[in-house]
């Protein structure tokens, strides 16, 4: 990925560019020292200067009132704030009328920056106070005053805080009075620029010791930079948050989120002051101190998958190649590329205007749709679907280009979702709430209404990525998520009975990815590298869930890893420095799953033999359980030497009803209810009672008795004979209520249990027999 410059011969401005801001991705403002606002139309080039200010008047921060959120009708900024030297800030409409000025400030006002839903303006000043204004100019609250200059300000993603400059300090203050402040050294020089993006919560500053420096929201450092020659002027984050933009003397850097850089330019600017990004995220303009306004495009981004690699080379124009036979193709668009995306055997390209959907097999006719909106902000690929994100809506598309389904929630705002809290499965379409995140929506693809009960998924800490599986079916669909504590959790999609709950598979996550092809995850935990080869293990026999992971050393990745895919057996990390590392995993546990998809019993037996591994006999003792092949079980169980578990699948086996091992099956998963539900539908009360003293649930089995009105006695006689052996006496009141009177006789529980058995044998061959008979012609 690199910048492509473009500047003019000459400047359009006689003095330096103070700052500049964009109204649509085609139309930029530029404020100069020669106090002329000046228009940039870069579809025709030409520039119109819009007004001159008063001679008093040197213009040093402006910031265009924000669109409002999810309404069509006002598609541009239509009045901005523009703040001075002389103290004042002035609201001026898009035709260069000023609207009102206000006093603001003593000395300078440095900075000026509406809120997100444009309810509020924040102005700071040379003489440290900062300012909280209304819609139309009206003071609200000085929220600080100190005694240093304030250079810069930034709005967090909720407009619930402000971030401000103190000299060397970086501070945080919500508008609640008494809240929590937080302040933390940045830099070692005065601190110039500071910006805090909304869709990843990370904050950017820059500062005269010449570094740029990235941080989360808490102010812990995420990267800091090597010291540039001069001073950092500005600093911005791209509206997605995927990347930022540095400006410094004769500099303009592209960088990552996490910090490294992509591309470094030098053009001629002299310092630059101000650095916008277009509302597409495809191109930059900087304010440059020698009268210049600079323009940059994003160019030659990359996307690859598999044999294919995809290179965005001109701002309309993509190259293919294949590596396998490094054929080539072009591929020509009669609008900007904005965003694109390429997985699952397609290429989805969103322009300004339109969508193009390629095939891998086919690259010369495309699919093609007109979008309702132009800016699409996120791409995600399933199987079967792709998923587009713009300024007011969720689109779910087919890859013929038919429009799938559209969903939507209370306070959804499309503006701040990213990859890491949307995720798309071929069934399934889950979105981690803004407003409370602990709380993750869950959509059915087909019609975009709530999955099930309609009930949202709650964890206890806030959510930070979420992930859905890709394969298997619908109704054992799981979500993998990461939360703030870095704990990595699973759950099932659909809500009902013992699966709500939320079982933790690992802890200290700081990312993770589903393959594309099975229902295998990987994650980066600490220093190791894991990959859980079968994570329903959690919910049918948790002993032998370590027995399923593969694991090795990740200390050579860096400090913050991230997995950028995880395609066939091929898992792609890139470092914190930027490079790209591939680790392959053993392909054997995908060809597993496939078998045992399949119902291949007895070829998934055959490849273990061939494997010998531990973990894939582990994987597919906890698949057999999960699709009740208790013959195969007993196999992998064996193989890993779980003798204890081997004898209990072999007790299953002499059970005389199918339902009495049904139930034993769910016991071995530990799905106790369950299993209790089974007996009592089967009418096998006694099992029922049964099973619960086997587990000692005293109460249960007692409950369960007396509601059926059987086996009192023995409840009573297994109750006593287990506090002879602790040597204890009876305490519980129901236990004694029951008690009073009552001869236990075991001679006689014993004939009863007997009794019980014989009817439930007789039971299971007389509806055996009646089958066969209903089978005869």
Known sequence: M????????????????????????????????????????????????????????????????????????????????????????????????????????CGAVLAGRWNYEGTALVTVGEDGQIKIWSKTGMLRSILAQQGTPVYSVAWGPDSEKVLYTAGKQLIIKPLQPNAKVLQWKAHDGIILKVDWNSVNDLILSAGEDCKYKVWDSYGRPLYNSQPHEHPITSVAWAPDGELFAVGSFHTLRLCDKTGWSYALEKPNTGSIFNIAWSIDGTQIAGACGNGHVVFAHVVEQHWEWKNFQVTLTKRR??????????????????????????????????????????????????????????????????????????????????????????????????????????????????????????????????????????????????????????????????????????????????????????????????????????????????????????????????????????????????????????????????????????????????????????????????????????????????????????????????????????????????LPSKESKMAHILLFSGNIQEAEIVLLQAGLVYQAIQININLYNWERALELAVKYKTHVDTVLAYRQKFLETFGKQETNKRYLHYAEGLQIDWEKIKAKIEMEITKEREQSSSSQSSKSMGLKP
């Open 317 to 654: 124009a993509m190259q293919v190649r294949n590596v396998l036979n490094d054929a080539v193709d072009l591929l020509e668009f009669r609008d900007r590329v904005i965003k694109a995306s390429l997985n699952y055997a397609h290429l989805v390209v969103s322009t300004s205007l339109q969508c193009y959907v390629f095939s891998t097999k086919n690259w010369n006719t495309p699919i093609i749709f007109d979008l309702k909106e132009g800016t699409v902000s996120l791409i995600l690929q399933a199987e079967r679907h792709f998923l587009l994100v713009d300024g007011s809506s969720i689109y779910l598309y087919s890859y013929e280009g038919r429009f799938i389904s559209s969903p939507k929630f209370p306070g959804m705002r499309t503006d701040i979702l990213n990859a890491q809290t949307v995720s798309l499965s071929n069934d399934t379409i889950a979105i981690r709430d803004k407003a409370d995140e602990k709380i993750i929506f869950l959509f059915e693809a087909s019609t975009g209404k709530p999955l099930g009960d309609g009930k949202f998924l709650s964890h206890k800490n806030e959510i930070l990525e979420i992930a859905l599986d890709q394969k298997g079916l619908t109704n054992d669909r799981k979500i993998a998520f990461i939360d703030k504590n870095r704990d990595l959790c699973i759950t099932s999609v659909k809500r009902f009975g013992k699966e709500e709950q939320i079982i933790k598979l690992g802890t200290m996550v700081h990312t993770l990815a589903w393959n594309d092809t099975c229902n295998i995850l990987c994650g980066l935990q600490d220093t190791r590298f894991i990959v859980w080869y079968y994570p329903n293990t959690v919910y049918v026999d948790r002993d032998i869930l370590p027995k399923t992971l593969y694991e090795r050393d990740a200390s050579e990745f860096s400090k913050n890893p991230h997995i950028v895919s995880f395609v066939g057996n091929q898992v792609t990390i890139r470092r914190a420095d930027g490079s790209l590392v591939h680790i392959s995993i053993s392909p054997y546990p995908a060809i597993l799953h496939e078998y045992v998809s399949s119902s291949k019993w007895e070829d998934a037996v055959r490849l273990c033999r061939f494997v010998k591994e531990q973990t894939m006999w582990a994987c597919l003792a906890a698949m057999a359980v999960a699709n009740r092949d208790m013959t195969t079980a007993e196999i992998a169980y064996a193989a890993i030497g779980e003798i204890d578990k081997v004898q209990y699948i072999n007790s299953i086996k002499s």
């Open 2 to 105: 690199r910048l492509k410059i473009t500047l003019l011969k000459e400047p359009k401005h006689q003095e330096l560019v103070s700052c500049v801001g964009w109204t649509t991705a085609e139309e930029l403002y530029s404020c100069s020292d020669d106090h002329q606002i000046v228009k940039w139309n870069l579809l025709t080039s030409e520039t119109t200067q819009i007004v001159k200010l008063p001679d008093d008047i040197y213009p040093i921060d402006f910031h265009w009132f924000p669109k409002s959120l999810g309404v069509k009708k006002q598609t541009q900024a239509e009045s901005f704030v523009l703040t001075s030297s002389d103290g004042k800030f002035h609201l001026i409409s898009k035709l260069g009328r000023v609207e009102k000025s206000i006093e603001a400030h």
